[in-house]
Structures are given as C-alpha cells and as structure tokens.
C-alpha cells in the first residue's frame, strides 16, 4: 500500500480527480483488525489508498495514520463519515489543502560517490561505500518528487519513499 | 464466564449450534437455566431466528456457533441482520489462541470473514478481556443504528476460569453513537415542509427502530404531509389514513411514486435513500427543491442523494423537535392532498382471475382477514415479500418483518421461528415461496421441537418467481433457470417432520385450509399452488426512473 516513486496520476486524468482525492489524520485504537478494518471499508466502498502512513500516536495504545484517499465515484466526504462509523477510529480529521506541514520520506541508494549536488538540496548522507551512497531525504510531496528526479542523474540505484505525513499549521 | 455475562446482559434465549471450539461453553450452558438454548439445524438459521427475534421484540438476538463452518454459516445470516441495522450478538469458538494462524482443525480467519457484514467484531485471546468486551458488545449492537457485533473466543480462553469481575463502565472513546437534534436543522426543516406547496414525508425502518411512529403521526398531521414508507418502514405509518401514500420503492403503489415525483419538499426519515427506492437515481424526485434527510447514521447523509437540510439524530427526537416549529400551514393543502386522492383513484393496487388459476393475492387476503392487525407476519423475498408487503394495510407497527437490505432467500422460516420465541403471545404467519423454503426447510424441526404455533403459507408457483418476472421482462424474455418443478411434495415434507400440512389449488379450499391451520395448535403448514404466471405489479422497469412503473393488466 505504501506508495512507489511514481505518481499514480497520469496527465490524461481529468481535474476532478484530484478533487476527489482527501488527506485525512486518522486517531485509531491499535489493535490487531484495525489496519485491515480501513483497508476492508476503502475497499468496500469503492474508495482507492493513495497513501498510507502509520506510527505511534502520543497516547498509549492509539495510532496515528495518514490516509490518502480516491473517494472514487462517491462524494469525497464519505470516506470521512464511513471511517468516522468504525468503533476502532476515535477521531478523523480533513487535512487536505494548503494549510497543512506535509512531509515525505525518501531513502534512496545511488552510484555515485559525489553527492553534493543532494546534500545541497538537504539530503542526509546515511552511508557511503565502494557500491555506492545512501540517503535520505523529507520534505513536501512536490520537493520529494524533485529530489528524485535529481537522483535520476546520479545513477540510482534503488529508492523507497513513504507517504506523506501531515499536521495542521498552527496560528 | 460468558453464560453469566449473558444472563446478567438480560439474555432469554439463545439460537446455537455446539461443535468442538466452542464445547466449553456448552459444557456448562445447564448451570444456567435462565439462559434458553434453542438447538438449529443450520447456522444460517439460528443467525436468522435471531434477528426474527429481535425484529419481533426489540431485544438483541444471540447466536452461538463453533469455528470454522459454523461460524462461516453465520456470515449470510450476519448480511441480513447488518443490511436492516437488527441488534444481535454472535458468539463463535475460536481455536485455541496459540494455534491461531497455523491452520488448525476447522479454524477460519471469522473477524477477517465478517467485518464487512457486522458493526463490530472482537477477538477474544485472554479472559482478561472478556467481561469488558460481551459488555461493549451488547452496548454497540443495540445503541444508535443498531447491528450485529461478532465475539470470537478462542477455546482456552472458554475454558480459562478468572476471578468474578463485574465489567467497568463503559469507554469506547471511537463509539459515540448519540448525536443530539440540532435544533437550528430542525426548525428549517419544519419550516420547509410546512411552506412547501408539494410536501411527501417517507419513513424508514429507523422510524420502527426508534419507536417514533406516534411522533410521525403528529408531525404529518400537523404539517398535513402525505406519509409513504420504504419496505422496511412498514407499519410506521397508518396505511389506511388519508394522509397514507402506502409503499414507495421500485415496487411501490402508483400514487406514492406519483407524488415523490412530483413533490417540491421531500423528507426522508430514518432510511437509507437506496436503489430500490430511488429507481434510477438522476431521475429520482426531480421536482424537489428541498431534500431534507432525518437519519441517526451521519454516513447516509449524501451517500446516495445530497440533501439540503440534514439531521444526524434519532428519528424520535428529531420528529419532536420538528413538530412544534411547523406552525400555520401557509400554503394550502388542499389541491396537493386531491392531486394525491385521484391518482389514488387511478393507480390502484390490482390483480385479475383472467386464467382461472389460483392468485397469491386471494391467498393473502385472506390470511390478513385473520392476522386482523394483531398477527406477525414474516415474509420470505421474492414476489411473495412485495406481494406480502403490499395486500395489506398494516396499521400499526412491529406486524411485517422481511429481510429487506440484503434480500436473503430463506430467511422467512427461521426468523418467523425466532419471532414466535419473542412474542409468544402473537400468532406468527410465515409468507415464503417454495424457492426461499427449500433453503432453510430443515428448520421445521426447530418449529415441531418446540410446538411453536407458526402458519406457513407457502406460495408455491413451481418457480422463481420474482426472477421469472424479471426474465420475461427485463432480458429478453429467456426463461433461464427458474425452473422448480423439482421440489418436494410439502404435504409429504411437513409429514416428514412431524406436522400437518395441507395442499391448496382452488380459491374455494382457501378457507377451509386456513380454519384448519388456525384451529390447530402448533406449526402448520398450507402449500398454495398459486399461478405460476401471476406478476408483481407495479414494478419499475429495471434501469428506469419511477415515472416509469408498469401496472397490472387489467385481463
């Protein structure tokens, strides 16, 4: 489910697409059916995952999850109020839009043993060796999706990237 | 620990079947004599009986089922009772916790297996958990919009002992199911149904879920709105008023579609908006100007129509807090209530005798002569549900039970069964076709074990019925597969387990056969031969909107 380099969006897909697509921060209870019961409910639905993250949230015993969601042929706002109706989801919040921080991820390993040209851009050097350098990268989904397209000219050699995480800006 | 977890939940009966996960359990079920099991013949049974029974009474149903294909049997039975939001509670056995994930002996991925057809479900690996969790589940399947909540209790925790725990109070931070009427909503939409010029109320099983029948009442009749009601919502409204516009739906009563066509503010109360009520979406309702959704699930708001005044509440305190707010009608009613009154006139429910044979309604009709209001009657699915659902003007609420949602054949048997364990004080009329009955017939058992006084009348027209229909008219006329002559002989089958049934061909031996059954204490079954050509009218053509019902012919 975690997203692979390339954008799903291809050029040809109307606008309304993106319209259709929600960033949601989800609260959820750990437990061993949760993932499955929002996995299961998106699928039921007819909704598609962009993206998924998940980690510890700051309380004990709940998850924080970001959900990138397709609400597919439904109206956008049922992917909140269905994951809203599931016992293990405490609280859902709408984070889609501009007035959010929103962060990816990006490990990638390249050819290259020269790498100012990324550590310019804020790449973190993880480990150099003689097949190659490790780094790693965050920063907004554009950014990431730049970055990578700079790793291009380094000779890459393998790369995983995480979805976005997302929190609301505050005043 | 769990048997006493039920008593304490005010559990009477349980619909189970016992097999090697969840043995413990059994072992000590007579310690506890409050608790009634009734032994089925088929898991999908005891799931159905139960919701029979809590359709019947308004108490969850409780069902109980070993792992693997016990449980599994349960999953169409869940379906049902998930689809028509019925409070039950499914006990399965699970393996024991450590061979969970190796494949053991009968052991099923069940919470995998019934997520998707239950409100909640748990898995139960530790006693540890056990008193919160028959707790909560109790409180999620009957609260808000009620469902079935699955426990799967793998075997050492059945057979685990723990100290006598009372369970805490309840926290479900993830579960808030009570939203309160927001009274702004509510006096807009007052107000939007009394200045309309062309009000139509619809009501759903939420109305009957609620008990908010009476609060309807007295909303309709002081906003002067005519009332139709889903399948489901039957009974939520006096068929026999002035105000009543009967069924609505793809096979609803003429003058009902007339008027949701035609009017300018439609409310809809405690029901779901799906595709068999709005026909052909994009044409549903295309005059409304306003749509008002009353409905205690926030998700139906928008799922299938956007309304433009939305009230996530319980139907009852919502009709109450709208009532006071209707005030002076400003637009008189009167030319919308004889626009309804004449198509009334000239779209009423009918049927002929043109072929001599036998027809489902002469059937019905007489049998309802004899529920006289007081009778439930449990129909199966299929043309003997619509039919069941439309021959009648059901007054009052509680007397028509049917699996509407999920449509499941079979279901009528068990859960007239489960309906009778309920209200052992009314009599219990079972409307199946021969199709939906050879499903689960083996429950016959279950009604001779327990003399239960059910009357099946079996609408037998060697066929699938409904799909006969929609065969000969909706695809091309190719009778594929509908065939049934190939079924038992029923006056022999009920023999076979122990009660009296009797054949009926002609209008004449209706009676008779009817005295017969009610004079005789216990199950009774009547096999109808009805016309096998006979139709469920009106229909709306598949695909199309409801302006385009089709009526009966009249020869």
Redesign the interface.
Known sequence: MIETPQPKTSPATPPAHAERVRVLSVLVEDGSNTLSKISGLIRRRGFHVRSISVGPSRQVGRSRMTLTVDAGHAETDQVRKQLERLVEVIEVEDVTGENVHSRELVVAKVKASEVDGLVERGAKVLNSAADGTTVEFSGEGKDVGDFIDELMRHGVLDVARSGPVVMRRTA | MILEALEREGVEYIFGYPGGANLPIYQHLPEHPKLKHILVRHEQGAAHMADGYARACGKPGVVFATSGPGALNLVTGLCTAYMDSVPMIAITGQVNSTAVGRDAFQESDV??AT??VT???Y?VTSIDQLPRVIHEAFH?ATTGRPGPVLIDICKDVQQASAERVTPERLD????QPNGHVDLGHARLAARALASAERPVILAGHGVLLSHAEEELFKFAEKAAAPVGTTLLGIGAFPVNHPLSLHMTGFMGTGWNLKAVQNADVLMMVGMRVDDRVTARLADFAPNVKTFIHVDI???E???NV?PHIELVADARNALEAMTPHVGELEAGRGRWLAQIDAWREEHPLKYTHSNGHLQPQDVLIDMYKRCRSEAIVVADVGQNQIWAALWWNYDRPGLFINSGGAGTMGFALPAAIGAKFGRPDKAVWCVAGEGGFVMTAQELSVAVEHNLDIKIVLLNNFSLGMVRQFQDDFYGGVRSQVDMTHIPDFVKLADAYGLPGIRVDTLEQVGPAMDAAEKTKGPFLIDFRIDPEANVYPIVPLGKSLNDFWEAPDK
């Open positions: 919470i995998g997520s998707s409100k909640h479900s898995l999620i479900i931070p993830g579960y699930d926030g998700s708001m928008g799922k956007r």
